[in-house]
């Protein structure tokens, strides 16, 4: 069966995450910002159409005064029941019409300064054009036909209509006409004429033309019959054409359709004033061009994120592999009893660590079959010095023994000391040697028993008999510890470097009678504290900011140095004391100074509350 490559799988597996996390983000970022893109535009579309329905409904209104100044008019409502051959009465009612129109026209010419013209046309075929104060004259077949359509375009209640038509064919399609229908002087008359103006688009395009849709959005407008009121160029376009059907049949609503080849949304709002269907209309590329520009970033991105990521990989599969194969080619030398070690390229994983493991094994085996042949070799050329090559192996095995220092041998030799001494009557030594004893046995225990609080203080017990027969001088600690704290479990040789530490440091100018060390305990908040308080010369600031420092470094006690002032006191420092019980309970506890130059130090030692020591490995 054919083996599969460790770096190939492991090449496999990245490609497959990484593909799989770019092709899964992409996606759903490109869906996302499509949507919210999408969404945008047609939000912003719809904001430019409203803006622009609700300005020109503004401006057509103020217009519709105008109109219904014409309509109630006394003399206008007069002129309708006029006799067609009447000529007086046509002069008459004209005159009166055309002053009214310049008041009228005159006392806001800067609102209706777009005003094309304004005319009033009766039944009776009769008819008052009013154009910039002059009354014109049109032919009265085309004012009939003009009046028919009005009078069929125009509802029969007053409303008003706006109509894409001019009374006079030079203006058509540059106008917009307003009309309504008029009674005559007795308001249970039928409707006997048409009041109508017309009003310039000019005014209305500045309006329209600031709405902005970018290089390829138009606007446009078409009113209720299909017919197209702006721009110019789509008033060119068939009335109700499938464009103009689509609009009229959207109503309100946001559509997309073709025009011209090319896919486009709609976005129309008819007006409630004026029944014109105002549309913007954008191409839907440009639309997407944001979302697809974000889709070809992405993958660009994706492509060269995979690529780095690969290469990564690629690397990484390299570093992992070629220790293995090294490793493999080794073994494969091994076999054949070629030693073969590995560069381990000061690597400290876990792969530098199974080299050395490796290194190790080859070098001791290779001690052990070349002392295996030289013992064979001597064997078979001597074999009548076996017994000589067994005394010097029973030799070496027992020099290696003595090599080795046993308590024990320690133990009776101190035993020996105080047997002497008893012998010739020496309290004193008897006391330094059991002192020095228990020390000793107490240092020397590597078992994992529980140690107390009772048992650090014994401990500091017999150092202190040591030195007050070093010292010839007698001094004694105020242990303050709660009797139901000494059973407290603790760090083995803790508390007597840091008393020793305190004679060391505290009292360099030696013991004296005011000089006092207190020992005291307590449990708080899960916490057992144990304070160590003396009264000695204390330590200097920038010397108290330095040890704090090291403390929460977990640096290791040092040798002396001229800058530090740092022992090991009794082999142990005051760094190593709070480096063991961090190394013992957790990174959480351990030793913390407060003291004050001149006035003493008080060393607190932090450990877990009945908690039970654990190794760290």
Same mark, same amino acid.
């Given at each position: 069966? *054919?083996?599969?490559?460790?770096?190939?799988?492991?090449?496999?597996?990245?490609?497959? @995450?990484?593909?799989?996390?770019?092709?899964?983000?992409?996606?759903?970022?490109?869906?996302?910002?499509?949507?919210?893109?999408?969404?945008?535009?047609?939000?912003?579309?719809?904001?430019?159409?409203?803006?622009?329905?609700?300005?020109?409904?503004?401006?057509?209104?103020?217009?519709?005064?105008?109109?219904?100044?014409?309509?109630?008019?006394?003399? @206008?409502?007069?002129?309708? +029941?006029?006799?067609?051959?009447?000529?007086?009465?046509?002069?008459?009612?004209?005159?009166?019409?055309?002053?009214?129109?310049?008041?009228?026209?005159?006392?806001?010419?800067?609102?209706?300064?777009?005003?094309?013209?304004?005319?009033?046309?009766?039944?009776?075929?009769?008819?008052?054009?009013?154009?910039?104060?002059?009354?014109?004259?049109?032919?009265?077949?085309? %004012?009939?036909?003009?009046?028919?359509?009005?009078?069929?375009?125009?509802?029969?209640?007053?409303?008003?209509?706006?109509?894409?038509?001019?009374?006079?064919?030079?203006?058509?399609?540059? !106008?917009?006409?307003?009309?309504? *229908?008029?009674?005559?002087?007795?308001?249970?008359?039928?409707?006997?004429?048409?009041?109508?103006?017309?009003?310039?688009?000019?005014?209305?395009?500045?309006?329209?033309?600031?709405?902005?849709?970018?290089?390829?959005?138009?606007?446009?407008?078409?009113?209720?019959?299909?017919?197209?009121?702006?721009?110019?160029?789509?008033?060119?376009? *068939?009335?109700?054409?499938?464009?103009?059907?689509?609009?009229?049949?959207?109503?309100?609503?946001?559509?997309?359709?073709?025009?011209?080849?090319?896919?486009?949304?709609?976005?129309?709002?008819?007006?409630?004033?004026?029944?014109?269907?105002?549309?913007?209309?954008?191409?839907?590329?440009?639309?997407?061009?944001?979302?697809?520009?974000?889709?070809?970033?992405?993958?660009?991105?994706?492509?060269?994120?995979?690529?780095?990521?690969?290469?990564?990989?690629?690397?990484?599969?390299?570093?992992?592999?070629?220790?293995?194969?090294?490793? *493999?080619?080794?073994?494969?030398?091994?076999?054949?009893?070629?030693?073969?070690?590995?560069?381990?390229?000061?690597?400290?994983?876990?792969?530098?660590?199974?080299?050395?493991?490796?290194?190790?094994?080859?070098?001791?085996?290779?001690?052990?079959?070349?002392?295996?042949?030289?013992?064979?070799?001597?064997?078979?050329?001597?074999?009548?010095?076996?017994?000589?090559?067994?005394?010097?192996?029973?030799?070496?095995?027992?020099?290696?023994?003595?090599?080795?220092?046993?308590?024990?041998?320690?133990?009776?030799?101190?035993?020996?000391?105080?047997?002497?001494?008893?012998?010739?009557?020496?309290?004193?030594?008897?006391?330094? !040697?059991?002192?020095?004893?228990?020390?000793?046995?107490?240092?020397?225990?590597?078992?994992?028993?529980?140690?107390?609080?009772?048992?650090?203080?014994?401990? %500091?017990?017999?150092?202190?008999?040591?030195?007050?027969?070093?010292?010839?001088?007698?001094?004694?600690?105020?242990?303050?510890?709660?009797?139901?704290?000494?059973? +407290?479990?603790? !760090?083995?040789?803790?508390?007597?470097?840091?008393?020793?530490?305190?004679?060391?440091?505290?009292?360099?100018?030696?013991?004296?009678?005011?000089?006092?060390?207190?020992?005291?305990?307590?449990?708080?908040?899960?916490?057992?504290?144990?304070?160590? +308080?003396?009264?000695?010369?204390?330590?200097?600031? +920038?010397?108290?900011?330095?040890?704090?420092?090291?403390?929460?470094?977990?640096?290791?006690?040092?040798?002396?140095?001229?800058?530090?002032?740092?022992?090991?006191?009794?082999?142990?420092?005051?760094?190593?004391?709070?480096?063991?019980?961090?190394?013992?309970?957790?990174?959480?506890?351990?030793?913390?100074?407060?003291?004050?130059?001149?006035?003493?130090?008080?060393?607190?030692?932090?450990?877990?509350?009945?908690?039970?020591?654990?190794?760290?490995?």
């Amino acid at each position: 069966m *054919k083996r599969k490559s460790l770096s190939r799988q492991i090449y496999a597996y990245f490609l497959i @995450v990484i593909v799989l996390s770019l092709v899964s983000v992409g996606a759903v970022s490109y869906v996302q910002s499509s949507r919210a893109l999408d969404d945008q535009v047609k939000q912003y579309m719809e904001q430019m159409v409203d803006s622009a329905n609700y300005q020109t409904d503004s401006y057509l209104q103020a217009y519709e005064l105008l109109s219904n100044a014409f309509s109630s008019n006394s003399d @206008v409502r007069a002129f309708m +029941e006029i006799k067609p051959d009447d000529g007086y009465e046509y002069y008459v009612y004209s005159e009166k019409i055309k002053e009214f129109a310049r008041i009228s026209v005159t006392s806001v010419i800067t609102l209706y300064k777009q005003l094309n013209m304004s005319y009033v046309v009766g039944q009776h075929g009769r008819s008052v054009i009013y154009e910039n104060q002059n009354l014109l004259n049109f032919d009265p077949v085309l %004012v009939r036909e003009k009046f028919d359509y009005l009078m069929k375009s125009t509802p029969g209640d007053g409303k008003i209509a706006l109509l894409n038509m001019s009374i006079r064919p030079v203006d058509e399609g540059s !106008v917009v006409t307003m009309a309504r *229908k008029v009674r005559g002087p007795s308001y249970g008359d039928a409707n006997r004429g048409v009041v109508a103006i017309e009003i310039k688009l000019d005014e209305l395009a500045k309006t329209w033309d600031r709405v902005s849709l970018g290089k390829e959005g138009f606007f446009f407008i078409v009113d209720d019959t299909g017919n197209y009121i702006y721009p110019r160029t789509m008033s060119e376009r *068939k009335s109700q054409d499938e464009l103009a059907s689509q609009v009229l049949t959207s109503g309100n609503q946001t559509f997309l359709s073709k025009y011209n080849g090319e896919e486009r949304m709609f976005v129309s709002r008819k007006s409630g004033y004026s029944d014109w269907n105002l549309v913007a209309s954008m191409p839907v590329q440009e639309l997407r061009r944001p979302a697809n520009t974000i889709r070809t970033t992405t993958i660009i991105v994706g492509l060269v994120t995979l690529a780095a990521a690969l290469v990564l990989a690629s690397r990484f599969g390299r570093s992992i592999i070629r220790p293995i194969r090294d490793l *493999k080619d080794s073994m494969r030398e091994t076999e054949k009893g070629n030693w073969q070690y590995i560069e381990d390229a000061g690597r400290t994983d876990e792969m530098g660590g199974l080299i050395h493991s490796y290194n190790l094994m080859v070098t001791r085996l290779s001690d052990m079959i070349e002392r295996v042949y030289e013992a064979e070799l001597e064997q078979q050329k001597n074999a009548l010095e076996l017994g000589e090559t067994k005394l010097e192996r029973q030799r070496a095995e027992f020099q290696s023994l003595q090599l080795q220092i046993n308590p024990h041998f320690l133990y009776n030799t101190l035993e020996t000391i105080n047997c002497y001494a008893i012998v010739q009557d020496s309290g004193e030594i008897t006391e330094m !040697v059991e002192a020095m004893a228990f020390m000793l046995r107490y240092s020397v225990q590597t078992n994992l028993e529980e140690i107390t609080v009772a048992n650090e203080l014994n401990h %500091v017990r017999n150092y202190m008999i040591i030195l007050q027969h070093r010292t010839e001088r007698e001094f004694e600690i105020d242990v303050a510890i709660p009797p139901s704290l000494l059973l +407290e479990k603790m !760090v083995r040789l803790t508390l007597q470097p840091l008393i020793e530490n305190i004679f060391q440091h505290a009292f360099p100018d030696g013991v004296e009678e005011r000089h006092t060390i207190r020992i005291d305990a307590r449990k708080e908040g899960g916490l057992f504290q144990v304070f160590i +308080e003396d009264n000695g010369t204390g330590m200097m600031p +920038e010397r108290l900011a330095e040890l704090r420092r090291k403390l929460e470094e977990n640096r290791l006690a040092e040798p002396e140095e001229a800058s530090t002032g740092t022992k090991r006191g009794g082999g142990i420092g005051l760094m190593n004391v709070h480096r063991r019980i961090q190394m013992v309970f957790g990174e959480a506890y351990g030793l913390s100074v407060d003291s004050e130059w001149g006035r003493g130090t008080c060393i607190t030692m932090t450990m877990p509350e009945t908690a039970r020591p654990r190794l760290r490995g």
